[in-house]
């Protein structure tokens, strides 16, 4: 019934987030075993073989186990790498996350809206039926034009025709949000009631809340990520150990064993030089990337932050002397038409305005709460950073 209920079951239902979460459960599983040793690698061979000088066979089994061993702090630059990749993965679900928070609030915000203006026009058209009545009344007594009482009809029409286009809006809203939290049928009733707004009074704070937006928390997880990649090339040019032990079990002579260490050569390799140029190209671009992430947030919260500011203040003007001060005239002017004192026109443009205003201000009302949740929802609480 409230938004705060709608968006609390999306985020347990929606199907896409499910997804996110999913993979980055996945992504959490990897660092744990990035860290640990190859797999050992064990072997048994059998030879057989006539002798030459004796009358029977010379029979040999031999027993082969082998560790391969990376150069020290390897292992640790790979785990490390997946560490950051589950990071990212958490910062994915998290946007999805907020994304989805957001799609769930700009669509309860628009049935706000749309619910506000079919009760505005309603209202609106019972006074046109007012007007209409007195007009004719005027017409029939001889008082009045009847172009007036047909020019207030055909008002009345258009508030019918503005009615059946907010009720199928209303079916699209439904559908949306039925689609949004995984229902079969829009069995949805909300309670049409906006939060509580909310004053942004620091101007300080914005280059403070960049940091803390989950697109710029991303962009510095992907430079973290391109520097791993980095580091984990660069451990190409060390070498690997391997170990490995042999006991031979010989059936005509005393059992043998050996055993041997390998070490791998890579410092030849050109592809290893190759690996670690495209590497640092690599993080340059996500260096540049950062930056340029930065700078556009820090523009968008700007913009953001007073395009609220100024909402705000339209709101007060609206709410202080614009809607009273027109139904204030209306009044006066209704009042006046029925005794003679004010023409049709001053009287049917005063209800105009009115109609006109009070859609204007249920628009910047819509305006206010959906720029204040796109602002709201760009940080990984969802909530305004501290100011």
Known sequence: QSTHELVEYSLRHNAQLQSKHALWKAAMEQPNTLGSLPDPMVGVRLNGSPSKTEAHSFDQKRYVASQSFPFFGERSHLQQLGKDKSASA???????????TLSMLRTAYAYYLNEELISITRKNKEVLDHLINIADVKYQAGLGLQANVLKAKVAKDKFDEELLSLLHQKTVILNSLTQLLNLPTASIALRDTYPTKQVLTSKNAIDNWVSDTLTVKQAEALLTISHGKLTVEKDRYLPNFTAQMEYWDNAAMDNQFGGQIMMTVPWFNTKNSASIDEAKYQKKARGASLKDIKSKVRARLTSLVSEIQTTDKILQLY??????????????????FEVDKASFIDYFEAEQTVFQLEKRYAIQKKRYFTTLATLKWQFEKGALPDE
């Open 90 to 100: 958490y910062l994915t679900y998290l946007q999805e996350k907020n994304q989805l």
């Open 319 to 336: 709410d202080e002397s614009l809607l009273k001060n027109a139904e204030l005239a209306l009044s006066n002017f209704q009042k006046a």
